[in-house]
């Protein structure tokens, strides 16, 4: 009786549950294995990835005929229908390098990997082929040129502050691999301590992102991936990279190792680069912009059968000189600082010729250096995963601004940051993907012996909870969550003297009889509630609908609540507010995208409406004259508003099927910010109608032709002619004249580069040139700081101002090994 009724137990299980069967094989392409495939069940939530071999394991149950979905990041999706007659079946398949399309598969901004597809938030991705074909001097450069709605306020060639669609600072959240990179980012006078010849990628959330990141991703998000090469097993592989450029003479090397051992695989970088002066046919060689970079990089991960973990370290260092601007009247050239007591910035001695072409950092330069050691793992649990990022970040920053005494730094703070960031991916319920997720920082800043204090020592310690789910419905994607944050931040009473002997600033205790209190004591916290919502309609496989709203959360900066000093490189005193609130958005954001036969289109339009808006604003006096506190340097005081901004991106690929060696990319980016603050426009009128640091209208136009078959050793070589198209912009804030009318202006650039393989196919090398500002023009770009570097309100030839550089020829070389 009882084999009867554990005979009929048997039968009534695999008829309901299914019988269990067991799908194998393994993933690679160009015959190397790929590690952390996912190869998932449609309709189901049984899913798994690679191993470092390459190999997959699924077992389910269910129907013989299933289909399967093999992603990940970096290649093209397939969807595979299989039949599984028996207990097992074995399926190997070969996935394709991506090129961007609807299937890529992107990891910032969502809760796990995620074709393009499936996310309703405008999510744009950059590869390192893009990035080698493009004229850089830093990884924000490339990320600006290629990705509509990105721009960047600049301070010379070596310092790029990234901004999305009109916002920047502390409201774009950049990250390494996904960690927060935290650097002092609201200082207008450096940029991303990131090496740029050691990413792979850029990923580019355009909208609000603090669901998953909290305070700082109001305006998006950057996230610069690192190479992570496919690696056969017990062979060292490498590359060397090296790069000149005509304009500012800029010399470049990177040496990059990779290495794999059975499980483990290492992963090691070292590049430098160094440049003079740049020049224009307007200014000549610029005084004050030169600077010489190293950056070093080291790896280890472990992948298993119950995850992975990397363990990661970095080192940034970058000499950078401080340009002013300051020039003799009559002749407009460069002048230098050779007095601190008694200096008069309109009569300095003229810079030597020989200084300008010089390699040789001045003087009066900002030295800066970040270290950053970092652990992300996976731990898979069933069905789910627990994702696990803790890493720990020192920046050091110092600014050299007295010529009297050159060692002396006039702003020296160290920052050390701890970062957490806990998800637990739980299993698939009735078709929802579904995470749990806590994150934050733990923070310090402190000035050391320096002369200059613009901000004052501060802790912080931030935390954020969200849970964030998606669901497919069809043809239909939804997704969205919800976010709660606290940020607490204090510091005590700080007191600057004089030192005697110096005559300069000095930090002092509260005892110190001659010590001012410049920074009275503060604690404060703030709260945040941020969430979105979104869906994607998949009209057909080549062409969907997205539509999201978000609601973003921002708390002040230390700068705009704390700042009361002299930021040496900047040249600029800052005056905080520390009334001051969170910043909240609500944005709506709309796009259509298609991939067709012959033309790839997208269009994507934003309304973004901000509360508690803070943004810089020249102090002037009753009577309109700029207030100086400190001479020869700018007083910016920060305000408070409502805010709106709105516009769009377009973009039209044309790859006609008949001519599949022409591509003609064009772009369109537009955008306009208006400040909201009555008060202000009562008073002042059009002068305060719109907001600061807004790009005009830009269009970009591309067309390349890419041989389809090999040219002797030349394999896919390409020739390429674009122009970048700027606007007018008359759509500023002219209040106080804290920023002028811009011109806008026209640049053609053109390209040429291959892959030289040998009679055997192997690639000895790729070689990009390229040319940027053909014809050399002047001109200023509304980003451009060094715009405003000028004293004299009438000038020889009507001319203010820097500006940006003129023609620059560009050699690159790849030599992998």
């Known amino acids: 009786m009882k084999c009867i009724l554990s ?61 399967v979905q093999f992603s990940g990041v970096g290649f093209q999706s397939e969807m595979v229908r299989l039949s599984v007659s028996g207990n097992s079946f074995q399926y190997d398949i070969n996935l394709k390098a991506q090129a961007a399309d609807l299937n890529d598969v992107v990891i910032t901004g969502v809760n796990r990997a995620t074709a393009l597809r499936k996310s309703p938030v405008p999510i744009a991705v950059l590869s390192k082929k893009n990035m080698d074909q493009q004229v850089n001097t830093n990884l924000i450069d490339a990320i600006v040129k290629g990705i509509p709605g990105v721009t960047a306020v600049t301070t010379g060639p070596n310092v790029s502050k990234p901004f999305i669609r009109g916002l920047g600072y502390n409201r774009v959240l950049t990250l390494y691999d996904g960690l927060r990179q935290e650097g002092q980012q609201w200082g207008d006078e450096h940029g991303i301590e990131v090496d740029e010849y050691g990413i792979s990628r850029a990923e580019v959330v355009k909208g609000p992102a603090s669901l998953t990141y909290g305070s700082d991703a109001l305006a998006g998000v950057i996230n610069m991936i690192p190479l992570n090469p496919a690696l056969e097993n017990k062979k060292l592989v490498g590359d060397f990279t090296t790069n000149y450029q005509s304009n500012n003479g800029l010399v470049a090397a990177s040496l990059g190792l990779a290495y794999r051992k059975e499980d483990w695989k290492y992963t090691f970088r070292a590049s430098g680069k160094t440049a003079h002066n740049y020049q224009n046919k307007v200014d000549g060689l610029v005084y004050g912009t030169a600077f010489r970079e190293y950056n070093l990089s080291a790896g280890a991960r472990v ?14 260092d970058n000499l950078m000189e401080i340009p002013d601007g300051s020039r003799d009247s009559l002749s407009r050239k460069f002048t230098t600082q050779i007095l601190d007591d008694g200096d008069d910035i309109k009569n300095r001695p003229i810079v030597p010729e020989s200084a300008l072409n010089s390699y040789r950092i001045n003087p009066l330069h900002q030295h800066i250096q970040h270290f950053r050691l970092y652990n992300t793992s996976q731990f898979k649990l069933g069905n789910g995963d627990l994702n696990v990022l803790i890493g720990g970040q020192q920046s050091i920053r110092r600014e050299y601004n007295h010529p009297t005494m050159p060692g002396q730094a006039g702003l020296y703070v160290v920052l050390n940051t701890f970062n957490y960031d806990l998800k637990y991916n739980l299993p698939d319920f009735s078709g929802i993907q579904s995470t749990l997720g806590i994150n934050g920082m733990l923070q310090g800043n402190r000035s050391k012996a320096a002369t200059d204090f613009p901000i ?33 931040i204090s510091w005590n009473n700080f007191y600057v003297g004089t030192d005697p002997q110096t005559g300069f600033g000095k930090k002092v205790t509260d005892t110190d009889p001659h010590g001012d209190l410049q920074f009275p004591a503060f604690s404060k916290n703030y709260y945040g509630l941020s969430g979105s919502l979104g869906l994607t309609y998949n009209v057909s496989e080549k062409l969907l609908i997205k539509a999201n709203i978000a609601r973003g959360y921002r708390a002040p900066n230390i700068t705009e609540i704390g700042s009361n000093g002299l930021d040496p490189g900047a040249h600029i005193v800052y005056l905080g507010n520390r009334t001051f609130k969170p910043e909240f958005n609500l944005q709506q954001d709309l796009g259509i995208i298609a991939y067709l036969k012959d033309a790839d289109l997208s269009l994507e339009v934003f309304n973004n409406d901000i509360q508690n808006y803070i943004y810089q604003s020249r102090l002037t006096d009753d009577n309109g004259n700029p207030v100086v506190i400190v001479p020869g340097n700018l007083t910016y005081q920060y305000q408070q508003s409502k805010a709106r901004l709105y516009g769009a991106e377009f973009s039209i690929n044309l790859h006609p099927s008949q001519f599949k060696w022409l591509n003609f990319n064009n772009s369109l980016a537009y955008v306009v910010g208006l400040n909201k603050n009555k008060t202000l426009l009562d008073l002042h009128g059009q002068d305060a109608k719109y907001l600061p640091f807004i790009p005009p209208l830009q269009i970009r136009s591309e067309l390349k032709a890419t041989a389809q078959h090999p040219i002797g050793f030349l394999n896919q070589p390409y020739v390429k002619i674009d122009a970048a198209i700027f606007a007018d912009q008359n759509r500023f804030y002219a209040l106080d004249n804290t920023e002028t009318f811009t011109k806008g202006y026209t640049l053609i650039n053109l390209g040429i580069g291959s892959t030289i393989k040998s009679k055997k196919e192997k690639t000895l090398m790729d070689i990009f040139i390229q040319v940027d500002n053909i014809f050399n023009v002047a001109y200023q770009s509304h980003l451009n700081r060094l715009k405003y570097f000028e004293y004299y309100n009438a000038t020889p030839g009507g001319r203010s101002g820097i500006y940006n550089m003129g023609r620059n020829i560009s050699f690159k070389m790849i030599v992998p090994f």
Request: glycine share 10%; no cysteine; aromatic share 14%.
């Open 7 to 67: 005979l009929l137990f048997t039968l009534f299980s695999t008829l309901v549950f299914g019988q269990t069967r067991t799908i194998s094989g393994r993933i690679t392409s160009e015959k190397i294995p790929l590690e952390n495939i996912t190869v998932k069940i449609q309709g189901t939530g049984q899913s798994t990835t690679s191993n470092h071999l390459g190999q997959y394991t699924l077992n389910y149950k269910g129907n013989e005929a299933v289909l």
């Open 303 to 316: 992948d298993k059968n119950w995850g992975y973990s990397k363990t990661a370290v970095t080192y940034y």
């Open 456 to 488: 004052p020592d501060y802790d912080l310690f931030d935390i954020g909870a969200f849970y964030f789910a998606r669901k497919s419905f069809g043809k239909i994607d939804i997704s969205g969550g919800l976010r709660v944050d606290r940020r607490h």
